[in-house]
């Protein structure tokens, strides 16, 4: 009798944190104004992207507006000024901060280029430090915006796959993200999340799913207005259990997979999992890597958001966990588990599972394994010719660290086999590697990521003592490698031509296939002028500027361009303009 009270309480405990949590979360979505910003634009908003969608290495910071093309109006969503103005070849490309009286900062990126006055105070900042990319505070008195106001056009500038613009809203004091879908812009959303597969985890050696200690994948369709296991499959669960969800939200009018807002997972209707996507921090993004299969990933390009957490994941997201979202599931009970996605607007995906349970009678054979990593102390690995050394907290959760190497007559080191590519690693550690052949230019010297492909990136590194040392943040092969070769410039522009004064700009693409482009340095008549890089579409360009070239006549060009290991390259050539 004592125990049943118990229990009792336990669970009436256990509903009513459940239910101020809930509380809470709509408290803190009903703190969020909704009528106090404008759209960022001046159409119908769909996306292609929304918040904490799940990303390489992060979770996206805001929604993607999709644009279809460049040139679009973009719009101060209310009162502020510009705080911040980042230029760069890769990540928002061209972007702006405004911070606004209310507490709030939003953020418009991948833009073509800003208002005309904020252009032009660009472009002399640009010019007076010589660089093209910079990241810059601004004094509240510089910019000050009113809400409709034109700040920018929209481009494709930066890390961006299509023309589109990435907006987000910021917590201002935090610098916090928050979920732009809480604010009250209008965006159509009446569709549910899709669910594509079921995995199950044995976190054990004594777990199973239908025999076996490995995950396994239960693919989901839909029939009956209900999501199922495809083909109505046996599932047989023994002891410690982890599940995950290959699940997307998608909106109206729109194809963009999208993120979900809500999960949760209840077994025989006891709640085991719950979180919710409303904010996060700059600094834990990288702890996606344990939210989501890492290797799924790296293998297969899928993305799954799992419903359990590795002891050393530290994402402030999750709002109840039972027992860190893992489940043991006992012989001879029959359990039904429930898996609930949400959208912010409440649509709702909703997969049953029914499930028998067995006990195993041994423990599965563990693979074998050169030294037991600590998740969180510092670590440290030696071997003849590679060291390693792991800082605190570098990993989400005990590594059972395997290593070896194998010769290589094309490299100057054997190729360093580190654990496995498909094994996430949260912060820098230390990778040395000595080289097995006597080297006269040390300073060409780096440490190479192999790929399977035979390619291979630049890990960089700097040659200290008779060995090569960088820091890393994945596994995989590496080894060392000679940087001896200049990058690459291949004109786009015909300087053939007599005369290049109905062109807008000159432009090039130059590459390096080994260490990577550092910097590249342009001048005309003798003097600097502003070369703009697309990263990735290696495209270097300049616009014709009449302020600063004088027309009618004939220039010389020339440009420099600057490998990682000090490689260089030149191109000169006159034209009329």
């Known amino acids: 009798m004592k125990m049943m009270h118990f229990k009792t309480n336990i669970i009436t405990f256990l509903s009513i944190l459940f239910f101020f949590h809930s509380t809470n979360l709509i408290a803190q979505q009903k703190n969020y104004p909704k009528n106090y910003f404008r759209s960022p634009v001046d159409f119908t908003i769909t996306l292609s992207g929304n918040f904490a969608e799940l990303r390489n290495n992060h979770f996206h910071s805001g929604i993607d507006i999709r644009t279809f093309t460049t040139g679009k109006k973009i719009y101060a969503i209310a009162d502020g000024y510009v ?17 606004h009286p209310n507490g709030f900062t ?28 910079f990241d810059l505070n601004l004094e509240k008195d510089r910019f000050p915006v009113k809400k ?54 044995p976190m054990d050696s004594l777990s199973s799913v239908n025999g076996k200690n490995t995950r396994q994948k239960f693919p989901v369709t839909y029939y009956n207005n209900a999501f199922h296991l495809k083909g109505d499959p046996k599932v047989v669960l023994s002891g410690n259990i982890g599940f995950a969800l290959q699940v997307n939200d998608y909106l109206d009018n729109t194809w963009g997979k999208c993120g979900i807002y809500n999960m949760k997972v209840l077994v025989n209707d006891s709640l085991i999992t719950n979180y919710t996507f409303n904010k996060f921090s700059f600094d834990e993004s990288r702890y996606i890597n344990s939210h989501m299969d890492y290797a799924l990933n790296i293998t297969e390009k899928r993305r799954i958001h799992k419903c359990f957490k590795e002891p050393n994941n530290k994402l402030s997201v999750y709002n109840y966990f039972s027992n860190n979202g893992i489940y043991h599931f006992k012989a001879g009970t029959k359990y039904k588990i429930d898996f609930l996605a949400k959208d912010t607007k409440n649509n709702l995906a909703k997969l049953r599972v029914y499930a028998q349970s067995k006990e195993n009678t041994q423990a599965f ?213």
């Open 365 to 577: 054979k563990q693979a074998d394994y050169n030294q037991l990593l600590s998740a969180t102390s510092e670590n440290v690995f030696k071997a003849d010719a590679v060291e390693l050394k792991f800082p605190a907290n570098s990993f989400y959760t005990d590594i059972k660290f395997k290593y070896s190497h194998k010769a290589d007559t094309n490299l100057l080191s054997d190729i360093h086999s580190i654990h496995q590519k498909t094994t996430p690693v949260h912060r820098y550690y230390t990778l040395a590697i000595k080289p097995n052949k006597s080297i006269k230019n040390e300073n060409k010297l780096f440490i190479a990521s192999l790929e399977k492909d035979g390619k291979f990136s630049n890990v960089g590194g700097i040659y200290i003592n008779g060995w090569v040392k960088s820091k890393t943040r994945v596994f995989g092969d590496f080894a060392v490698v000679m940087d001896t070769i200049a990058p690459s410039i291949k004109s786009r522009t015909n300087f053939k031509l007599k005369n290049l004064s109905v062109r807008e700009k000159i432009s090039f693409t130059i590459k390096d296939e080994l260490s990577g482009i550092k910097s590249y340095n342009g001048m005309i008549d003798g003097k600097w002028v502003l070369f703009e890089f697309d990263a990735k579409n290696n495209h270097l360009f300049y616009t014709f500027d009449k302020k600063r070239l004088l027309p009618n006549r004939k220039h010389k060009l020339q440009l420099e361009v600057l490998d990682k290991l000090g490689n260089k390259s030149r191109f000169e050539s006159s034209f009329f303009w």
């Open 83 to 99: 705080s911040r103005i980042k230029v760069s070849a890769g990540g928002y490309g061209k972007a702006i901060y405004i911070d």
């Open 148 to 201: 409709g106001d034109i700040i920018a056009i929209s481009g494709n500038t930066g890390s961006s796959a299509g023309p589109h613009l990435h907006f987000e809203i910021r917590d201002t004091k935090s610098e916090h993200p928050l979920n732009p879908l809480h604010f009250g812009f209008k965006i159509k959303d009446t569709t549910p999340p899709k669910i594509f597969n079921l995995y199950a985890y």
């Open 106 to 133: 939003s953020v418009y990126g991948h833009l073509n280029r800003f208002n005309k006055e904020i252009n032009e105070f660009v472009k002399a900042h640009q010019y007076s430090k010589k660089t093209f990319a």
